[in-house]
């Protein structure tokens, strides 16, 4: 059984910080909530060792290592442990 997308649902954006929905974009590009727009993201590290580089591309936020390549943004805040 088919379940038909809503309009505004396809795509969400999500406050890495607080899970709420996001509507802005702080410095570093990244789509946060009003509460966290002065915030950034500290460092992340790859499973590798090195550090991961913030892109902006076409469906949103990514991160590229040297190493390992492209990385989505859901994996890299797993790897940093973003405290909530």
Do not use: W
Not at 12 to 34: G, H, M, S, T, Y
Not at 51 to 71: A, M, Q, R, S, V
């Amino acid at each position: 059984m088919r379940i038909p997308k809503k309009y505004g649902q396809s795509k969400a954006n999500f406050c890495p910080f607080c899970e709420q929905q996001a509507i802005i974009a702080n410095k570093q590009k990244l789509p946060v909530c009003i509460k966290h727009k002065n915030t950034l993201l500290q460092e992340i590290r790859c499973l590798c060792g090195s550090y991961l580089d913030i892109k902006e591309g076409k469906f949103g936020p990514f991160f590229t290592c040297i190493n390992c390549g492209i990385i989505n943004m859901r994996k890299a805040l797993e790897l940093a442990q973003v405290p909530r």
